[in-house]
Structures are given as structure tokens and as C-alpha cells.
């Protein structure tokens, strides 16, 4: 659907498919419904800017390169999943990981 909708105003878009698809306004709040903190933007950012710092001088590679190679790996994925336990992992463990490919 990007194809087709990437011109359009995405508030427009939005309502018109909660009315196509007949979605009715709810109260959920799965934050404030949470048990524990959730962290923000910028706990994660420091978590990745761990990782690629780590990643650029261990490959001795520029950061912007590193960046790059971290956001596109399965990591990237794992990191943002703040649920599982790989957002709270130690940096040495999170680049071990990084260089094997998977979760070890």
C-alpha cells in the first residue's frame, strides 16, 4: 500500500481505513497499563550508540558505516523489542551477538 499512499496526508489515510474496516474507538493504553517502566527514545539510543561505537571499533570501520551495518542486522530488530530481553543485555554480550549473527 506505500506505493499507493505515500502522497496522501496520513491523517486522511488513517481515517479512512478505521472506516473501511469499521474500528470502533477503545481506551486501551497498553503504557499505562504496564507493569514496569518503559523506556524511551533515548534509553534506546544509548543502548545502539553502545553497540555501533563498539561494532565501528572492532570492524575499525567509521560510525556512520556502522550504523548503517547495526540497523540493517537482526540485532536491530531484537534491541527494539524493549519486551525480550536483549535491550537489557551487557554491551560486550550485544556485540558478541552482533558478530556471531544470532542470539548466542
Known amino acids: 500500500m506505500a506505493d499507493i499512499y505515500h502522497s496522501d496526508n496520513i ?11 469499521k ?3 477503545g481506551n486501551f493504553n497498553n503504557v499505562s497499563a504496564c507493569q514496569y517502566a518503559i523506556p524511551s527514545q533515548w534509553d534506546i539510543g544509548k543502548v545502539y ?3 555501533i561505537k563498539s561494532v ?3 570492524e575499525k570501520i567509521g560510525v ?10 537482526f540485532i ?3 534491541i527494539d523489542d524493549y519486551n525480550s530481553s536483549m535491550y ?10 552482533y558478530l556471531e549473527n544470532k542470539v548466542i
Open 11 to 21: 491523517d486522511r489515510v488513517s481515517d479512512d481505513f478505521i472506516k473501511e474496516a
Open 23 to 25: 474500528i470502533s474507538t
Open 49 to 51: 550508540k553502545r553497540l
Open 56 to 58: 565501528a571499533e572492532y
Open 64 to 73: 556512520i558505516d556502522a550504523l548503517f551495518k547495526v540497523y540493517n542486522s
Open 76 to 78: 536491530s530488530a531484537k
Open 88 to 97: 537489557y543485555e551487557n554491551p560486550s554480550y550485544l556485540l558478541e551477538c
